[in-house]
């Protein structure tokens, strides 16, 4: 059973994704926020278990948002928004802790698998502070073309199967290539491994 933040200044936007995060399986409420100031303010009101930040926003904006956000509860679970693929915000907002992002016009399909896998990832990747931060020393790993491409399918917010179905992968396949990934950047789990990928510049 989960609440979800939905914070998006554009009234319309806001509602078309509170209705698609509604329909996401185990969701009980959808809650709006119209600004990154007003999300800051809900936040230890409603305790939800995600929030879903558009990137641009008026004000301190959706990055500022989520960093002051996670500085402030580390143990917060977001999930950016934007209307394009905006390398540079999303990758100073999961620099700051945020776990990946949705690309606006995403299908319904899509944002249920990137909801559901924020729902599901979040108790791992509360437990296993710290070891992004580690990965950063030294040299930067080196990926296999393979292991690239699954992890931007992870940054996309992408399930195996569709990673899979993208690379002409099976799932298990792609499984493996993940597992290879999460061990050389020393990563728990998907936001890790996207967040580690941002900040070394695997990703954009």
Same mark, same amino acid.
């Given at each position: 059973m989960a609440t979800v933040l939905v914070c998006d200044d554009l009234p319309l936007a806001r509602e078309a994704m509170r209705r698609m #995060? =509604? =329909?996401v399986p185990g969701v009980t409420r959808v809650v709006g926020a119209a600004s990154g100031e007003e999300a800051l303010t809900r936040w230890p009101v409603e305790r939800p278990s995600l929030v879903i930040m558009d990137v641009r926003m008026p004000g301190i904006g959706g990055v500022e948002a989520a960093r002051r956000l996670l500085a402030r509860h580390p143990e917060a679970n977001v999930l950016m928004a934007t209307m394009a693929e905006d390398g540079d915000g #999303? =990758? +100073? =907002?999961v620099a700051s802790g945020a776990r990946g992002y949705v690309v606006k016009d995403v299908s319904r399909e899509e944002l249920a698998t990137a909801v559901l896998q924020a729902l599901q990832d979040v108790s791992r990747r509360r437990g296993a502070g710290g070891r992004a931060r580690a990965a950063l020393s030294g040299r930067a790993p080196v990926l296999t073309e393979r292991e690239q491409q699954v992890l931007v399918g992870m940054s996309r917010g992408r399930s195996n199967a569709e990673i899979g179905r993208e690379l002409f992968l099976s799932e298990d396949t792609v499984k493996t290539h993940a597992r290879r990934l999460f061990r050389k950047l020393e990563a728990a789990d998907r936001a890790q491994a996207v967040a580690v990928g941002? +900040?070394?510049?695997l990703v954009r």
């Open positions: #995060v =509604a =329909a #999303v =990758a +100073r =907002a941002f +900040r070394w510049g």
